[in-house]
């Protein structure tokens, strides 16, 4: 794994902007993983400054998102097709269809999921995914405990989890119970992997990966066994661990 390291959450999007745009232009038809939270929004706002600033073309680009809240419709203010639509399909050059998020309110969830993994086949496989890390080590909707070998599912949000994304919703009632969500399978079939990282409630996250075992109950261990990660994490994740 490799380690880059930030001031702050500004320059941490920064680096990263310049990691996606660097591969974007070395291979224009690339497939992207996106995540959503607040980790990865200023890295957003940087691709679009640099879209609407040097023209970066995202033409060619597909993105395939790693999770959507089960029950919420793509016209949801708190779905995750609304954020990606919000913080960056609207204003770069993306074309609609290219972007895939699960769809949360669909009549067949398990249909669903095998579509999304047999649909990301189809296009090649993702050639770069980016990762937000859970204080409690999930990535996408992966809480701890779940397989190595997953694929796409249906999971149950753990009260943690919906506890820690109730700041979105009008209130922790509101919060989805369930969630679709690419596996850890899925997500270490990705060629190259971008994790950021930010603040302090992340830093026992960030050391547990860099120095725990790799183990199930924690599922971003998983990523120390891939052959091509890249973390870029600022000073108040990363304190005095590297
Ligand atoms: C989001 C996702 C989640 C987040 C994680 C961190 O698509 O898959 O795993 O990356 O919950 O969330 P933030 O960035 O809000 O701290």
């Known amino acids: 794994m490799k380690i880059l390291q930030a001031k702050n959450y500004d320059e941490m999007s920064q680096k990263a902007a310049e990691f ?6 070395r291979s224009p038809d690339i497939n992207l993983g996106l995540a959503t939270g607040g980790t990865p929004v200023g890295l957003y706002a940087q691709l679009v400054k640099d879209h609407q600033k040097n023209h970066t073309s995202y033409q060619d680009v597909t993105t395939f998102n790693l999770d959507e809240y089960m029950g919420l419709s793509s016209e949801d203010p708190n779905s995750y097709r609304f954020f990606m639509d919000k913080h960056l399909f609207k204003h770069i050059d993306i074309k609609k269809s290219n972007t895939h998020v699960p769809l949360g309110d669909t009549a067949n969830p398990q249909k669903q999921c095998s579509d999304y993994e047999n649909l990301i086949e189809r296009h090649g496989g993702i050639d770069l995914q980016i990762l937000g890390i859970g204080s409690n080590g999930h990535i996408g909707f992966n809480e701890p405990g779940t397989s190595f070998q997953s694929e796409t599912h249906i999971v149950e949000l753990t009260p943690s989890t919906r506890e820690s994304n109730a700041r979105y919703f009008n209130s922790l009632s509101e919060v989805p119970f369930h969630a679709i969500t690419m596996g850890i399978a ?5 060629r190259e992997i971008l994790l950021l990282v930010s603040g302090n409630a992340k830093r026992d996250a960030l050391e547990q990966l860099l120095q725990g075992e790799v183990n199930e109950s ?3 261990s998983i990523l120390r066994t891939h052959p091509a990660v890249t973390i870029i994490a600022d000073e108040a994740a990363i304190g005095s661990i590297v």
């Open 186 to 190: 899925s997500i270490m079939r990705s």
């Open 20 to 25: 996606l745009i660097e591969r974007i232009r």
């Open 218 to 220: 924690f599922p971003a």
